[in-house]
């Protein structure tokens, strides 16, 4: 699926583009009214309002003059009346900012099934395995308690980042560093000496609980603890669920 996001500032533009790559959408990005319709509008238009050479609503009523495209308004305007006008104008949907990716992929696959854009869930599919500077680790497939962790774990050392699902988990260094280092071969044990050589120092003389409070804080921070495996006596690994056929 194609998507055309209006916005024209950078700061929430590029990691919006960024969030929807992962669920394997292309993104079309222009800041400016008049460059949105140039076209081509693709599968579904993400709009902003506050556009500098026109309102987005005015945007948003050209476009469905000569276009049955999804529109989806994405705005800080949250009054009724602003939201009651645009969707008069003709956009489907109308998300005020601030708002969770997780929210907005749930929007488009809502608008999408109702205009019969295709299919979904074939379109939003769970991120796939990342290339180049990026770490993927599978989750379950499977919601609920047993088995748990449905969500996958991406881990980027290009931006030194990483996410549960579509969720960003705010990390210290040193927390990234130990994830990324359990990441590079999920399901491997890492000695706690091998650890401690690779994230901190190989003549690190400090504390040996601090590699546990990291752990025990990493754990946190990913939302389950069985993510990350103690093998006692020996050190930690990722836990990677057993492929269920």
Do not use: N
């Not at 009724?80 to 601030?98: H, I, Q």
């Not at 996958?152 to 030194?160: C, F, G, K, N, P």
């Not at 705010?170 to 401690?196: C, H, M, N």
């Not at 690779?198 to 690190?204: K, L, M």
């Amino acid at each position: 699926m194609r998507v055309l996001l209006i916005e024209d500032d950078e700061s929430i533009a590029e990691p919006l583009a960024e969030g929807l790559s992962r669920y394997g959408l292309a993104v079309d990005r222009v800041a400016t009214g008049g460059a949105a319709l140039a076209g081509p509008f693709g599968d579904i238009v993400l709009l902003d309002l506050g556009l500098p050479d026109m309102d987005g609503i005015d945007v948003c009523r050209r476009i469905r003059q000569v276009s049955h495209v999804p529109i989806i308004m994405l705005t800080a305007r949250g009054e009724e009346a602003d939201r009651v006008v645009g969707l008069e104008m003709g956009a489907d949907d109308y998300l005020a900012k601030p708002f969770s990716m997780r929210e907005l992929i749930a929007r488009i696959r809502a608008v999408t099934r109702r205009t019969h854009v295709g299919a979904p869930h074939a379109t939003l599919p769970v991120p796939a395995a990342p290339q180049g500077g990026h770490l993927y680790v599978p989750g379950t497939g499977v919601a609920g308690p047993a088995p748990r962790r449905p969500e996958a774990l991406v881990v980027d050392r290009r931006t030194r980042q990483a996410w549960v699902g579509d969720d960003l988990v705010a990390l210290t260094p040193k927390e990234f560093d130990l994830l990324a280092l359990l990441a590079e071969d999920p399901g491997a044990v890492y000695s706690r000496q091998q650890i401690l050589d690779q994230v901190w120092d190989p003549h690190f003389h400090g504390p040996t609980k601090t590699l546990d409070v990291h752990v025990a804080a990493l754990r946190r921070k990913l939302g389950d603890p069985a993510w990350i495996h103690t093998v006692r006596g020996v050190g930690f690994r990722l836990f990677v669920p057993a492929s269920r056929g």
